[in-house]
């Protein structure tokens, strides 16, 4: 669903940002196949983002790096709070309705806030302190 070719960019930054405490699992990195999406791949792909990435993560983010509507990570995202994961958004601008407070635990508007949290050397204790919700 990246429209922008710079989004890609953001998304590697992103990842890196994650990866200096957890590990990531970076979906555009597995393939299905190179010869079309066939109604049995669709399905292997929503079984794959929901049954084995969201269920064996601790934490999931859903990065938007611009402004695009996405029902596949909408989805992720309820998908992993009802699971009882620990959902993070990044989000470009400071406008989110309900549904996004509701379904996250932590909302960033842009990835220097994402790094500023993710480094800060108290981040773990924060996390116990600041309780189950803290959406900034």
Known sequence: HIEDPSSNDKIDRMI???RKKFAVIDPRNVEL???GVSDAMESH???RDLEWFVDQ???VVVYFPEPVSSFG???EMVYAYRKTKEVWLIFPKKFY???EKEHTHKIF???DELEKFVTDPNMELKEVFD???SNS
Request: proline content about 4%; charged content about 20%; glycine content about 12%.
């Open 16 to 18: 890196n940002i994650l």
């Open 33 to 35: 196949g190179k010869y």
């Open 45 to 47: 792909t929503i079984l």
């Open 57 to 59: 993560s601790d934490k």
């Open 73 to 75: 990570a909408i989805t």
């Open 97 to 99: 309705g309900p549904f």
């Open 109 to 111: 508007y842009d990835l």
């Open 131 to 133: 309780g189950q919700k």
